[in-house]
């Protein structure tokens, strides 16, 4: 309450709004469809189907400007730093997947993401001032406070229903980063996204928009909640998960039998199974045409389990009691499925594990069936498995030790799902919302469980927890450095879980450790988006005679520190990482460190980066890489040296670039 009166033009907006609800656009009049509405004979300005806010040509200003930006490890905060595979990205997304683009571009085989939904009370960035630039933007995302980390006031706006650009501001911070996520997928890729009804509507047209409405794949509906939140008396229980593919010929895969309920109700020794008959019901087939599978089985009827199966009392000699052919209910002679051969050499091979069973029908005769094993099925689209509850996804970060420093994290099966909807193995998942690390946990435990090596990228801001919260008193200063923390606990509980099950098996009389060792990969490394490690150009502005003055003096200044573009804080092995992302190079590239120089995928790529000497050039060369690029300052002093490095390079055909 502010404690106010309304003045009367936003009592009349009010009343106005009532009546006239069409000619409204978050919260203001619009002119042109209030005019059409009261009977005007309007043109519409830019009439064609399209979807159009405010800001959006600047959003795309903001997706099209390259960033100077770079990842650096740090390898204390990592688990299994040279090893691993995963990455743990902390930074603001948008710069993140910028400077993944060149590296990661269509290798990533499954996103999914968990936005913001645009409730009204959450902080995200977004320009406030359509007009502020690039660098602006950068400023204001890269306010810190002392301690070096990123502040809330610098980062984040609340976007609350009264701004007037509501929607706009969150279709605004989705834009781009939905855009730049499309190119790193694969063809085969595929989008899963998040979202409740405050922004489902638009997110889809939006996603139209990038990927192509035939991309469209589908809308889960997702029960979310068990008792609902109450709004305008109807109980919401749901959520969305939208499914976009970067191909129209990319299909997803059917999940294994038992991730949900299934439709197998019975069981034997091997595993669920439904039956059919064996006898064709094809009306076109039968023993005038078919005579080859027309043949009897004989039963013992005094013999049946507690289902009123037959199952080990089925043969094809004359030896029990009950002959079965295949005729159907009006007594005209049919034929088996099977053939003669096949259904004797099932019957015979191991009569225990047959797929064959007999039983009563309801008219008192006998039929005889094949064991129906489906091991897989198509999901629905409505998913409401207990498992997928938020619910859920709180008690399970709980099991792990915390105490509610994370706010409605999702649930691991409802990631897990999806990535075995659209991961097979030994592919790339990426989040770069990643919040509570939910699709870390996820691929961590498939992997375990399926035998397989999807690799994870998971990438967060972080944003500073509030001074009051559970998880700054727990001891975390920003959400992710409390994901960070997930992932490790995580890795250590489901590692404590294989040493249990070996352990176990190591009592089994046929337990055989070679084939029974388990490789994961659980460890993940942790880099940190940064500024450059070299010096960046900037462009001086600037027309008049006293501002022409000072961009030749700030020209010569810049000319100085040019003769070594190397950054004062700059260290040898993050600038490794930087020219790795900038040469087209992932972030598990296999790193070789020689006497100095570096060695990048075998022979792939060489850094000189320490020293330069004629040794070394020597050495460079007999690795005998595709490219070499070295630091110009190594040279400084020597252009002899540098000459001769360059012809020698260019008599054996390797690339070389100076920096």
Avoid at 274 to 296: A, D
Avoid at 460 to 483: F, H, N, V
Avoid at 544 to 552: G, I, L, N, S, T
Wanted: hydrophobic share 35%; with cysteine; charged share 30%.
């Amino acid at each position: 309450m502010e404690g106010k009166s309304l003045a009367p033009q936003e009592i009349k907006l009010r009343q106005l709004k009532e009546i006239l609800p069409e000619a409204f656009a978050e919260g203001k009049v619009d002119w042109e469809k209030l005019k059409a509405t009261l009977g005007e004979d309007i043109n519409f300005s830019n009439e064609r189907y399209v979807l159009n806010w405010a800001g959006k040509s600047e959003a795309f200003k903001v997706l099209q400007a390259p960033t100077t930006k770079t990842l650096v490890p740090d390898k204390e905060e990592s688990v299994n730093f040279d090893e691993t595979e995963n990455i743990f990205i902390e930074g603001e997304n948008l710069e993140v997947l910028k400077v993944l683009q060149k590296s990661y571009f269509g290798k990533v085989k499954m996103i999914y993401i968990d936005p913001p939904y645009n409730t009204g009370n959450d902080s995200f960035i977004y320009p406030d001032k359509f007009s502020e630039t690039k660098a602006e933007y950068q400023k204001r995302i890269g306010d810190k406070d002392e301690e070096g980390y990123l502040t809330k006031d610098g980062m984040f706006r609340k976007n609350s229903k009264e701004n007037g650009q509501y929607h706009s501001n969150w279709m605004n911070m989705m834009y781009p980063r939905l855009f730049l996520a499309k190119n790193l997928l694969k063809q085969d890729g595929v989008i899963f996204v998040s979202i409740d009804d405050n922004e489902v509507h638009n997110l889809r047209l939006m996603m139209n928009e990038i990927f192509g409405e035939e991309k469209f794949f589908s809308q889960i509906i997702v029960r979310a909640n068990s008792r609902g939140q109450t709004y305008k008396q109807i109980a919401k229980t749901h959520e969305y998960l939208l499914i976009y593919t970067k191909s129209t010929d990319t299909e997803l895969f059917e999940l294994e039998k038992g991730t949900q309920n299934s439709d197998l109700n019975l069981q034997d020794d091997i595993s669920d199974f439904n039956i059919r008959e064996l006898r064709n019901r094809n009306p076109k087939f039968g023993k005038h045409n078919r005579p080859n599978l027309f043949y009897s089985i004989y039963v013992n009827t005094s013999k049946f389990d507690k289902d009123g199966f037959f199952p080990v009392s089925l043969t094809m000699s004359e030896e029990y009691n009950t002959k079965i052919q295949p005729f159907n209910s009006a007594g005209k002679a049919s034929c088996w499925r099977w053939g003669k051969d096949r259904t004797k050499k099932n019957l015979e091979e191991n009569t225990l594990k047959s797929n064959l069973i007999a039983k009563q029908k309801n008219d008192g005769s006998y039929g005889i069936y094949e064991k129906y094993r489906k091991t897989t099925y198509k999901p629905k689209s409505i998913w409401d498995d207990n498992s997928f509850l938020t619910e859920t996804g709180t008690i399970q970060v709980r099991e792990l030790g915390f105490n509610d420093e994370f706010d409605f994290p999702k649930p691991i099966n409802l990631v897990k799902q999806a990535i075995k909807l659209a991961v097979d193995n030994s592919e790339l998942v990426l989040d770069f919302f990643a919040g509570s690390a939910t699709t870390a946990q996820a691929v961590y435990e498939i992997n375990k469980e399926d035998a397989k090596s999807i690799q994870y990228i998971c990438a967060q801001l972080p944003e500073q927890c509030s001074i009051d919260s559970i998880a700054y008193t727990s001891g975390y200063k920003t959400i992710a450095d409390i994901a960070k923390e997930r992932i490790r606990r995580a890795s250590k509980k489901i590692q404590a879980e294989i040493d249990a099950e070996k352990e176990k098996k190591k009592g089994q009389f046929d337990f055989e450790p070679e084939k029974e060792e388990v490789n994961i990969d659980l460890g993940f490394k942790v880099l940190k988006l940064s500024d450059s490690n070299f010096k960046q150009w900037q462009q001086i502005k600037g027309k008049d005679a006293k501002a022409v003055a000072e961009r030749v003096e700030a020209l010569e200044e810049q000319m100085k520190l040019f003769v070594d573009p190397v950054s004062e804080n700059a260290t040898i092995e993050n600038m490794v990482y930087e020219l790795l992302l900038k040469s087209g190079k992932d972030l598990n590239s296999k790193l070789k460190h020689k006497e100095n120089y570096y060695c990048v995928n075998d022979n792939e790529l060489i850094f000189m980066l320490e020293k330069a000497s004629q040794s070394i050039v020597d050495a460079v060369i007999k690795e005998n890489p595709q490219k070499v690029i070295a630091l110009d300052r190594l040279f400084k002093g020597n252009d002899q040296l540098k000459t001769n490095t360059s012809l020698q390079m260019k008599d054996a055909e390797i690339e070389f670039k100076t920096i």
